[in-house]
């Protein structure tokens, strides 16, 4: 049986690029990584939410040969000021076929699917309060093979570079990748059970780690 990248790996890479953007709020995001360059928008139950940074991440998977990319953003939550070590944040992974990664134009149902030789599929995770111990709430999904809704990509473009973050190894992966999403995601931690609706979904966004 083969044991593909799993989607914890991928979120512990995450938290250590939280960690670095909740050490460096007070200077705005810039240090120790260039995060400001792209941008990701979205209604929340009708609540326009805008990133103050967004990029995308690739990890290589080379036992199944699929392409692991996530698309990550972070916003200062309703009522924090910028100078607050706290955060919400967004994550929509992605795994790819190699033929899926070549052209990535399309849409795509966000749905997580895995099997004893397999994993496959989208999925995303909204994570509220990140930072404030008892009070994170992740939103994520109830059942693993349901859609809860739509991603499009758009646009994209293939780079090479070197990721700064210790462990990863050199990759070939998105340099741009441009899209439009739509989902109900439901809470697993405070708020067990309750929904959250997002809609008019869209993101920029670019491999601020060294990718050209």
Known sequence: MRHPVKPLYLLACLMVLAGSVVSCKKDRLTNPFD???????????GNLREAESAFVLNVPDEESGRHIVTVTAFFTPEGASGDDEVMDAFHIYLSLSDAEFKNPKGTYDIIYVRDENEYSGFYALYQVNLGSGDQHEVYGFVDPEKSVGKLTITDFEIGNGSPSIPGLPSVTGYAKLKGTFQMQLTGATVDQGKTITITE???SVRNQFGFL
């Open 201 to 203: 979904g869209k993101f």
């Open 35 to 45: 995060l400001e360059a792209g941008t990701l928008s979205m209604k929340i139950d």
